[in-house]
T-cell receptor, first 114, second 117 residues
Framework: DGGITQSPKYLFRKEGQNVTLSCEQN?????MYWYRQDPGQGLRLIYY???????QKGDIAEGYSVSREKKESFPLTVTSAQKNPTAFYLC?????????????FGSGTRLTVV | AQTVTQSQPEMSVQEAETVTLSCTYD???????LFWYKQPPSRQMILVIR??????QNATENRFSVNFQKAAKSFSLKISDSQLGDTAMYFC??????????????FGKGTHLIIQP
């Protein structure tokens, strides 16, 4: 079955460490997105990518980095520059027909700073 | 930039009742789409219903329907015969067609809906 796989489900980071969240899709979708979810804040866009080797900053990109070397993969790195990284992170993808089908979301990664 | 406002942080109703979740948005565009997503305790995001702005007819999916008022920029979700499984966070989302929709969906802050037995 096609879908989006996020891993790991839970991730713990020490102060000053970089960590990478994985997002893989086998839906042949062109566009992929990373959102951050905090209580009472809804979903806020971190980065998005419409094609391989191209990506754009979203509303809260500071302290994060991404790559898009393959169509199927869009990993997110939370760097030490991100001062408050504890949150729930959601990856999503869409085809050019987004308006017909909406996003497909992964199941999320819960990141906690320890 | 578009904004989406959900004015009800939390709502609670009895099972089998009808409940309406409100959503307003701000845009200068004429062509766009609107969505309602459900996020149950599992945190998996699920598409509930969508509405094309150019369509005057309100979208319906089984027990879920919307009241789309384009001039008022309002997009409320009505859940009929509510069930315990409807307990979830509900997010309203806006999709702009300008720029090919490159920057994806803009979400509201969500409404936590609790269905009481």
């Amino acid at each position: 079955d096609g879908g989006i796989t996020q891993s790991p489900k839970y991730l713990f980071r020490k102060e000053g460490q970089n960590v990478t969240l994985s997002c893989e899709q086998n839906l042949n979708h062109d566009a992929m997105y990373w959102y951050r979810q905090d209580p009472g804040q809804g979903l806020r866009l971190i980065y998005y990518s419409q094609i391989v080797n191209d990506f754009q900053k979203g509303d809260i990109a500071e302290g994060y980095s991404v790559s898009r070397e393959k169509k199927e993969s869009f990993p997110l790195t939370v760097t030490s520059a991100q001062k408050n990284p504890t949150a729930f992170y959601l990856c999503a993808s869409s085809s050019t027909g987004l308006a017909n089908y909406g996003y497909t979301f992964g199941s999320g990664t819960r990141l906690t700073v320890v | 930039a578009q904004t989406v406002t959900q004015s009800q942080p939390e709502m609670s109703v009895q099972e089998a009742e009808t409940v309406t979740l409100s959503c307003t948005y701000d845009t200068s565009e004429n062509n766009y789409y609107l969505f309602w997503y459900k996020q149950p305790p599992s945190r998996q995001m699920i598409l509930v219903i969508r509405q094309e702005a150019y369509k005057q007819q309100n979208a319906t999916e089984n027990r879920f329907s919307v009241n789309f008022q384009k001039a008022a920029k309002s997009f409320s979700l009505k859940i009929s015969d509510s069930q315990l499984g409807d307990t979830a966070m509900y997010f309203c989302a806006f999709f702009s067609l300008s720029g090919g929709g490159a920057d994806g969906l803009t979400f509201g802050k969500g409404t936590h809906l609790i269905i009481q037995p």
